[in-house]
């Protein structure tokens, strides 16, 4: 850099800061600063802009020997990292390595990548080791893992599955601090972008809560308790029917998961007389306990007796109960006013369907044929007939909205106590949309049994992380909630872990290289990010990521110095 005096249109004369550089061989100048215009016997002045300067110049003559290629992804990996290690998931993951020492690779590291995709980019074991690997900051993943390792490590979870599961439920518990566990437990469809039914045995064609019957699919079966924590899940053949899994469910829910007292909560769908005895076993002094949700509709002898709101006591003017029995079990029928309203509006929906189909000229019985919500509101429907609304039946749902029952063999709980158990199914709802919209477990792009239960797996220990930081972020709410905090701060929407996950996305490490040194920088943490690291009990990385500051103090100090020499 040197001094140079420039001479404007105007004749005007102004000092630069000036340097040269080289292209193709060829010296060229480029303008680094402007000092102001030259005045006669004003040397003095220049010697002032010079030092005001001076800052500026010391940082472009720095930046020289600084070198930014590229950022990587950071934020959520530290939080990550903590909760595999407050949740026992790297202990669990770390027992399963050491019963295979020629692995070759760190199994726990593979794993704890995935999971850390999940919550980044969802995709293809594929998608993840060709593109979005190589975006995470490489000191905390598995940087250079092969992409057969990571599908090895999806057959290794498949084959410790329960072992896992088992071990990540006793995870600081004991028997002496759980005397009662309440299990919810429910199933939904996953399916696949394919049409083959012959590399295995869970991928087939059935009843799919998807609407996609042109894929094969798999039944997933979950349990969680009544925070919504996962506990453990099942994968059955896609055309199992619902009911024929609960058997098995039970079975390895009471091997595994060995408690005191296990309260079983499952919804209508599975109430059968078959499923209620799965539930119960076959010791008579130590029955399984259930809430399960009761079918009204097929007790026709009952119905007088069931929506009759005489024999209900009200508990508020929104809530009424009627306690009664079935088949030796206690049966709880509840009326609520807000149930009343969302079944009169689902109702209302599809009748204005039901018009808009009848108000057009080509309307025909085959016109409801394959939709049953229809049929039941029309007449007609008999070839030669013109089909209408049914005006009766129409009042005879109406006069049951409103109504719902669990029934239980349990004794010593409250009517109340019951139903609030029951209500709890939300979660499950909840759960599985996390699987498959925040994480993305379907469509599954795998074709074998053991990999189609090891992703899965996968999807398990991320969706464990998800629902941990969630317990931790509602808890967090309700504080801020309270009467005594709630006067002093602005109302905001409760802060969810996916919305802090997109921020967290955004935090990046930096590799600089300084002087030929190379050292990791991060950026900011703050909002909604620094609130996830506080929920989840994770300490927010330093600036300086991995060198000691010290070092790079002492490197700057040194360099500083060779500047003002």
Not at 240 to 254: A, P, Q, S
Not at 351 to 380: D, E, H, M, W
Not at 537 to 548: F, H, R, S, V, W
């Amino acid at each position: 850099m040197y001094l140079r005096i420039t001479t404007n249109s105007t004749g005007q004369a102004y000092y630069h800061i000036v340097e040269s550089y080289r292209v193709k061989g060829k010296v060229r100048q480029r303008r680094l600063l402007s000092l102001g215009r030259v005045e006669e016997n004003k040397l003095e002045n220049l010697a002032q802009a010079l030092d005001r300067h001076r800052t500026k110049i010391e940082v472009i003559d720095f930046a020289k020997d600084v070198s930014v290629e590229e950022t990587f992804i950071l934020g959520p990996i530290p939080i990550l990292k903590t909760l595999f290690e407050k949740l026992g998931i790297k202990q669990s993951l770390d027992g399963v390595a050491e019963k295979h020492p020629k692995l070759g690779f760190d199994f726990t590291m593979a794993v704890f990548t995935l999971v850390v995709l999940r919550f980044i980019k969802p995709g293809s074991k594929l998608k993840v080791f060709e593109h979005w690997l190589k975006k995470l900051y490489p000191e905390m993943v598995s940087s250079n893992v092969e992409l057969h390792q990571f599908y090895r490590a999806l057959d290794l979870l498949a084959a410790h599955k329960d072992e896992i599961e088992q071990q990540l439920y006793w995870h600081e518990r004991d028997l002496f601090n759980m005397e009662i566990d309440v299990v919810l437990y429910d199933l939904t469809t996953l399916r696949f972008e394919s049409v083959r039914e012959d590399l295995g045995k869970l991928r087939r064609f059935g009843y799919s809560k998807e609407k996609r019957s042109d894929c094969t699919q798999v039944v997933f079966g979950l349990l969680v308790d009544t925070e919504g924590i996962p506990l453990g899940f099942e994968v059955y053949p896609g055309n199992t029917f619902e009911g024929d899994t609960l058997k098995d469910i039970v079975e390895k829910m009471r091997k595994k998961f060995r408690v005191r007292r296990f309260i079983f909560v499952a919804d209508r769908g599975l109430f059968s007389a078959k499923n209620l005895q799965h539930i119960r076993g076959e010791d008579p002094k130590d029955p399984g306990e259930f809430i399960v949700g009761m079918k009204l509709g097929v007790f026709k002898k009952r119905h007088e007796e069931f929506y009759d709101l005489s024999r209900f006591a009200w508990l508020s003017e929104e809530l009424a109960l009627y306690e009664t029995t079935h088949e030796g079990d206690r049966c709880i029928i509840t009326w609520s006013k807000v149930r009343a309203e969302r079944d009169r509006k689902t109702r209302e929906d599809i009748l204005a369907k039901i018009r808009k189909k009848l108000a057009t000229k080509s309307v025909t019985p085959k016109t409801f044929v394959s939709n049953t919500n229809y049929q039941k509101y029309v007449t007609g429907l008999s070839d030669g007939e013109k089909p209408c609304l049914n005006e009766k039946a129409i009042a005879k749902e109406s006069a049951r909205d409103g109504f719902f029952g669990v029934v239980t063999n349990i004794k010593d709980f409250t009517a109340q106590t019951l139903v609030a158990q029951y209500k709890e199914l939300w979660r499950i709802e909840d759960a599985f949309g996390e699987f498959k919209g925040t994480l993305r477990a379907r469509p599954v792009f795998h074709w074998t049994d053991d990999r189609i239960i090891g992703h899965l797996t996968m999807c398990f220990l991320a969706y464990l992380c998800e629902a941990h930081l969630t317990k931790k972020l509602r808890e967090k709410n309700k504080i801020l909630k309270s009467p005594a905090i709630s006067q002093k701060i602005i109302k905001a929407r409760p802060l969810t872990v996916i919305e802090a996950m997109k921020e967290l996305s955004e935090v990046r490490a930096i590799p600089v290289s300084i002087k030929n040194k190379k050292i990791w920088v991060r950026t900011d943490i703050e909002g909604n990010a620094a609130q996830l690291y506080l929920a989840a009990g994770a300490t927010i990385p330093p600036k300086i990521l991995n060198l000691d500051q010290s070092v790079v103090q002492q490197t700057m100090t040194q360099y500083v110095k060779s500047l003002n020499s």
